[in-house]
C-alpha cells in the first residue's frame, strides 16, 4: 500500500499569514520501518537519555520551548530539523513530497484547508494511476496529524471518492482518511518538518529547509506534480510550482 502523510502549516483565520500550507510526503509501506528506525536513531543522539520522548515538530525545536530543544544553540536546533528532513531526501527513490501551498487572500470565501485536501488528493490519486498503469496495484491511504479538520476532511474524503472532485472521481484508495497523534508516529513528525520547510518558504522567503528536499516532489515526464502554488495575485509568479505548470 502506498501512504500519503500530511500535516498542515500556518493558520486559515490568522491575518498575519498569507499562506496556508498543507503537505507532507507519500511513501510505500515498507519504507516506514526504515524512516522510523533512522528518526529513532537521530532522537538517540540528540537525547540518549530519553530518545523515546524526543518529539520531532520543527517549529518547537527552532523555538527552543522543550526538551531536549531548549538545552541547545539555535543553530544546532536548526541542523537537527535539516537532519530530520534529510531522512526524506535520502529515502527511496519512491518516497515523494507533496504540497498545496493556498495564497488565502486569492480566494476570499474559501476553505483554504478544504481547497487544499481536494487538490493533494486528486495529485496524489494520480500517482496512484501512473504505479498502475506501469504494474503496480497498490490501493492508498491518507493519513493526518490530529487536527481540527478532522470530521470535515473524512467528509471531503468519502465524498470525493463517491462523487469525484473537479477533476473526475478518486480511485484506488483503501479507506477514507485516518488522523494520528503526532507523538505517537515518527512519520507524521516527518510530514511536519515538510510542512515547515515549504512554509517557510512561501512565507517567510527561508529556502534553507525546503532546498533539502525540492528536488524529491513527485513529477513525470519533466512536469512537477508534488507542488501546487494555488494564487492569483502573481502571475509570473517563479516558483517551481508556477514555472512546471506554466
Known amino acids: ?88 531526501a535520502e529515502s527511496h527513490r519512491s518516497t515523494s513530497p507533496f504540497a498545496c501551498v493556498v495564497h488565502k487572500a486569492s480566494f476570499p470565501g474559501a476553505d483554504p484547508m478544504e481547497l487544499a485536501f481536494e487538490i493533494l488528493c486528486n495529485r496524489f490519486a494520480r500517482k496512484l494511476k501512473r504505479l498502475h498503469a506501469a504494474g503496480d496495484t497498490q490501493c492508498g491511504l491518507i493519513i493526518l496529524d490530529n487536527s481540527s479538520y478532522e470530521t470535515s476532511l473524512q467528509r471531503l474524503a468519502r465524498d470525493f471518492r463517491s462523487l469525484g472532485t473537479r477533476w473526475g472521481v478518486l480511485v484506488n484508495m483503501a479507506e477514507t482518511p485516518l488522523f494520528l497523534d503526532s507523538r505517537a508516529s515518527r512519520a507524521i513528525q516527518l510530514a511536519d518538518h515538510v510542512a515547515y520547510a515549504v512554509f517557510r518558504r512561501y512565507e517567510a522567503g527561508d529556502a534553507s529547509y525546503f532546498d533539502l528536499i525540492v528536488s524529491r516532489f513527485d513529477e513525470d515526464e519533466g512536469k512537477i506534480h508534488g507542488i501546487v502554488h494555488k494564487q492569483t495575485a502573481d502571475p509570473q509568479c517563479m516558483c517551481i510550482a508556477c514555472i512546471s505548470r506554466r
Do not use: C
Open 1 to 88: 500500500m502506498h501512504l500519503l502523510y500530511l500535516d498542515d502549516s500556518g493558520s486559515a483565520g490568522n491575518r498575519n499569514e498569507e499562506h496556508l500550507i498543507l503537505d507532507g510526503f507519500s511513501v510505500f509501506e515498507r519504507q516506514i520501518r526504515w524512516m522510523t528506525n533512522e528518526l529513532d536513531q537521530l532522537a538517540k543522539r540528540l537525547y540518549p537519555a530519553q530518545p523515546s520522548s524526543v518529539e520531532f515538530h520543527a517549529s518547537g525545536m527552532l523555538g527552543g520551548r522543550s526538551t531536549p530543544w531548549k538545552g541547545m544553540l539555535k543553530n544546532d536546533r536548526r541542523d537537527a530539523i535539516k537532519a530530520v528532513l534529510k531522512v526524506l
